[in-house]
């Protein structure tokens, strides 16, 4: 089953949350959770790498911003400078709505935030927002 939504999010218990949310709304969506900036690189833009994303890119990103190894903008900068991936919606995961005046990332487009926990109401809003509510399988 191609992977639909990538969530790139260090902490395990807001990573809980998040499958929570979705599975407590029936959305079935298939998801690929990643640990750390470093991983999300890897699974974007390696193809020697046999769990990556390689032909078909998932419909969404949801991005935490302070991740290990790799921060969430230089993550992505570089998703975003590869041909392949740009075009991929990303919405950042803030810790809370004044962080988001705090995000200057000149280069980077940033099509939503959602504060952390992620909130399914929020989340299917912001999914409506940015024009992806057919991408959601419920």
Same mark, same amino acid.
């Given at each position: 089953? =191609?992977? !639909?939504?990538?969530?790139? !999010?260090? =902490? #395990? /218990?807001? #990573? @809980?949350? %998040?499958?929570? #949310?979705?599975?407590? /709304?029936? *959305?079935?969506?298939? &998801?690929?959770?990643?640990?750390?900036?470093? @991983? %999300?690189?890897?699974?974007?833009?390696? +193809?020697?790498? !046999? =769990?990556? #994303?390689?032909?078909? /890119?998932?419909?969404?990103?949801? *991005?935490?911003?302070? *991740? +290990?190894?790799?921060?969430?903008?230089?993550?992505?900068?570089?998703?975003?400078?590869?041909?392949?991936? %740009?075009? &991929? +919606?990303?919405?950042?995961? &803030?810790?809370?709505?004044? !962080?988001?005046e705090m995000i200057d990332w000149p280069g980077c487009r940033i099509d939503s935030f959602i504060v952390k926990p992620i909130n399914f109401l929020k989340f299917n809003d912001t999914v409506k927002e940015i024009g992806l509510h057919w991408a959601l399988k419920e």
């Open positions: 089953m =191609d992977i !639909e939504i990538v969530l790139i !999010e260090d =902490d #395990a /218990n807001d #990573a @809980e949350l %998040a499958f929570r #949310a979705f599975k407590k /709304n029936q *959305l079935i969506n298939q &998801i690929q959770w990643l640990k750390n900036g470093e @991983e %999300a690189l890897d699974y974007f833009l390696n +193809p020697d790498n !046999e =769990d990556s #994303a390689g032909s078909t /890119n998932p419909q969404l990103i949801l *991005l935490d911003i302070a *991740l +290990p190894k790799v921060d969430g903008k230089e993550v992505l900068r570089q998703i975003q400078q590869n041909s392949s991936t %740009a075009s &991929i +919606p990303v919405v950042v995961l &803030i810790g809370s709505e004044s !962080e988001k």
